[in-house]
């Protein structure tokens, strides 16, 4: 089973566009489906993507639509009128249509409501729209299954068959009491076991886990990670139900969340891709290379400080190590915190915090005793006096072990203190442990060979 | 609803295992979800979890088991039977058991394997055990819901009964011809709103993705992720229903790759937890960091080449700002590279090469007259000759520049290579781009002071 798109059918369909053969368009692409037609639009020229986009059946392009880059999406949109968007929006679920009409310019987005056919759906989105961000809200979906505890199987069984309709993906079925507040849910395989005649509040399970449409969206997945949900109610102040999360947004989420912590870690503050604007760029990247800068500084006033060594020829040599030994601190320090983050990330930094000392120390012991030793064996061959590699070993070591535990404690201490502790994997750590390695070098150097 | 284990809850239990009051843990601890029983046995001392694990009905401990950090499991596993792993691994999805017994050690497994009691049960894991690492085969359940084309759906719904037992979630129903070959599905929806009387093969869905038993499971996480799926169908080489695979394992191994991409930025080259032995984080850590010395000793031969700058007392300065070209020259390039790098993962680095570089250059340009202008402030405040603070802006800004091309090429470069670019980011560029760094910066500095 090939799950490529070929060049040959990306060519084919762009002939076919520009030959306006809307025929051989519908049927060559009829059989895609709408994440390959998704990977078809991106392919293309905008205005031979909208072409297809207006061209094709809304049930298979609103699909699509979500699979495409936002920018890309935005794009397209605007080239639409508020009619076709309408359309769009009408064949999504309505935490996408949310989702696409939250991008849309202000001054669109009465015209496009206004243009959406169905009511119901309208009044949904407009519903999702007013929940804050990041919250169950603004992630849940409308679309679910809900059955009444007073109706019997076979009842339940003719309302669903409705209600299925405009439900992809069933998941749970959610049991509410007259008010329309939470019970209970029942399975599909539950109510596929049961007798016709028996009554769902004699069925149903009463035990559901739930979040309220203002717990945030971080909470939401890893309770639903935690507890292996593909899908979980949502309710109001009253407890009553008014929509669901479901494990898709939640993939989504938890590679979102993947990427912020990478990106925080190469020093990247905000959401940005490869193809966003210089500005945007600018803006997430050039505050943390200002921090770098002043820490670069600092380092300038540290070696500014012994200045008077570069006219002892026996141990200017010693100015030559520090960029060796600020990449060692910085190295070593991103190692040690990307760990604890991790871990802290994972609830798996257990023990005290005594024992994560001793261990650090041990582990700096091992990596830097092996390090010193490269350094010996390249003094020699270099033909260093042993004293002078002595100390650059020494002082590599001792840097090494201090670096190990900054970038232990430092994501530690920030996690306590409730900041995000993935701020300090990357330029803070790397920052910081510059000018404490390059201090802690040269004054070493000064102790041991008292210059 | 609190998702909360209280540590009143776990100080209770400690209490009741050493006073071995066996009724009342069972009472407090039957309506504990089994991921909370996971956290509440991981803050337990090893003997304790291992008394719960006894205790316990293995219908909820062989769930929590599956939660629990491997090093934890596999230590409670070590207490344990033969007779009682089997009875855990009898109530647990087949895919769960086969991962189980993959981490006993090898002696023990024929006979936990013989203790098994539901014969099946042991064909299937043993089955599941022979396929190899990262493939679907590996990732799959055996429990599955099954339908011939045949049947009428009256048949097909009391056959489901009695095999929906074993299935957590249904999510499709898998048709198949009379040898077991792969037809098509049915959704329980379809199933529910088809008449009784009509056969499946009127019914059913002809077209099903699925993948092979040998497919890579990242490709297995890429497929069911671009399209949408909660569950795949696997089959065999003759096309015959084998297992499926579904979402949360896929979940699972997204979050996987995502911490070791984090690690392989950080310089971390396997995936080690902060609870691993300092000799697993040596072997993961150390190979990087002597990276990072060899990087190192390259910049002392650099810094040797300009060993007479010492000696003159106007320009010696240079030598305080080796750290700081470092420190950016390393920045700029795991930004680049971070930003490639997620790009290149997502496939949305598209366009020609040169407007990206085009690009590079220009965010090179403005952050790095951004810095300069603080540069040269600061030379300005510490009375430096403006020759020399426009020297050291200068360099920095061609460094900068240079740097963010490394960055970006670099990943470019490797993954037309096939070889992960992941790998690009952290020490590797940052070793790479300290050296290019300062030699760029003392060359410039020559040209222009003219030393």
């Known amino acids: 089973m090939a799950f490529q798109v070929s060049s040959e059918l990306i060519k084919k369909v762009t002939l076919l566009i520009n030959t306006k053969d809307d025929n051989a368009l519908t049927t060559v692409l009829a059989e895609v489906h709408f994440a390959d037609l998704a990977e078809i639009l991106e392919e293309l020229q905008l205005t031979e993507a909208t072409y297809l986009v207006r061209l094709l059946d809304s049930q298979k392009t609103s699909e699509a639509l979500m699979e495409l880059e936002e920018d890309f999406r935005e ?31 202000e001054e669109r987005v009465e015209n496009v409501i206004s243009n959406i056919e169905d009511e119901q759906h309208a009044e949904y989105i407009v519903e999702l729209l007013s929940y804050a961000d990041n919250t169950a809200g603004a992630l849940m979906a409308k679309e679910l299954v809900k059955v009444k505890e007073n109706w019997t199987v076979a009842g339940c069984v003719r309302e669903m068959r409705q209600q299925a309709k405009n439900v992809t993906r069933v998941h749970s079925i959610y049991v509410v009491d007259m008010d329309g507040k939470l019970k209970g849910r029942l399975s599909l395989k539950d109510l596929l076991t049961a007798e016709a005649k028996s009554y769902i509040k004699d069925i149903y399970i009463p035990k559901v886990d739930y ?95 012994f200045e008077e060594v570069m006219l002892n020829e026996k141990y200017r040599n010693l100015f030559f190590y520090t960029p ?86 430092v994501p530690i201490i920030l996690d306590r203190r409730g900041i995000d502790p993935a701020i300090a994997t990357g330029p803070f750590i790397t920052t910081s442990n510059d000018i404490f390695g390059i201090f802690l070098f040269f004054y070493l150097a000064k102790l041991i060979l008292g210059f």
């Open 211 to 305: 979040v309220t449409v203002d717990t945030e969206d971080e909470e939401v997945a890893r309770i639903m990670q935690k507890y292996d949900l593909e899908a979980i109610p949502v309710v109001d102040m009253t407890n009553i139900l008014v929509g669901r999360v479901t494990i898709d947004d939640i993939v989504d989420f938890i590679k979102d969340e993947a990427e912020k912590d990478y990106q925080l870690a190469a020093g990247i503050s905000q959401d940005v891709e490869a193809d966003d604007s210089i500005l945007e760029h600018t803006r997430a990247r050039l505050p943390w290379l200002i921090l770098g800068l002043f820490g670069g500084l600092g380092s300038v006033f540290i070696l500014e400080g």
């Open 324 to 409: 060796l030994i600020a990449a060692m601190a910085g190295n070593v320090g991103v190692q040690s915190s990307a760990i604890i983050v991790q871990g802290l990330a994972n609830h798996s930094v257990k023990g005290s915090l005594t024992k994560r000392l001793l261990k650090e120390i041990g582990l700096g012991l091992i990596n830097g005793l092996a390090l010193a030793i490269l350094i010996i064996i390249f003094g020699t061959i270099m033909q260093y006096e042993l004293a002078f590699s002595l100390t650059i070993a020494t002082a590599l070591m001792a840097v090494i072990i201090v670096a190990a535990l900054i970038g232990t404690f």
């Open 75 to 105: 794009d397209i949109l605007e080239k639409l009128s508020a009619k076709e968007i309408a359309e769009e929006l009408e064949e999504m679920d309505t935490d996408d249509a949310a989702d696409v009409i939250a991008e849309l310019p």
